[in-house]
């Protein structure tokens, strides 16, 4: 049983800051890449950030130069840094790892976060 816990989201307004964590738990061989996605009402779900394993990151047009992901991987978690917020990014953010549960593990599996609530206001 694999379980990703988030928290940090909350409540801020326009050009402040949030940090978003999620820690991964449970049956975890390893962790290939863990991101961020985030889904506003009535719209898909959209990738914000990602960090694979090998140290790259990609981030949506949108956020670039203002969110940083990182990654603890001692303590299997990922983070999201949020600054310069605008009410463009309110949205329910999910976090997300690509996981091998055991080292005989044929695959890997997607796993996703219960999804935290990020609400910008004017």
């Known amino acids: 049983q694999v379980r990703l816990v988030e928290s940090g989201g909350g409540l801020v307004q326009a050009g402040g800051s949030l940090r978003l964590s999620c820690t991964a738990s449970?049956?975890?061989?390893?962790?290939?890449?863990m991101g961020w996605y985030r889904q506003a009402p009535g719209k898909q779900r959209e990738l914000v950030a990602v960090m694979p394993s090998g140290g790259n990151t990609n981030y949506a047009d949108s956020v670039k130069g203002r969110f940083t992901i990182s990654r603890d991987n001692a303590k299997n978690t990922v983070y999201l840094q949020m600054n310069s917020l605008k009410p463009e990014d309110t949205a329910v953010y999910y976090c997300?790892?690509?996981?091998?549960?055991?080292?005989?593990?044929?695959?890997?599996?997607?796993?996703w976060g219960q999804g935290t609530q990020v609400t910008v206001s004017s």
């Open positions: 449970g049956n975890i061989f390893s962790i290939n890449a």
């Open positions: 997300n790892a690509d996981i091998r549960p055991t080292w005989y593990s044929r695959s890997t599996y997607d796993y």
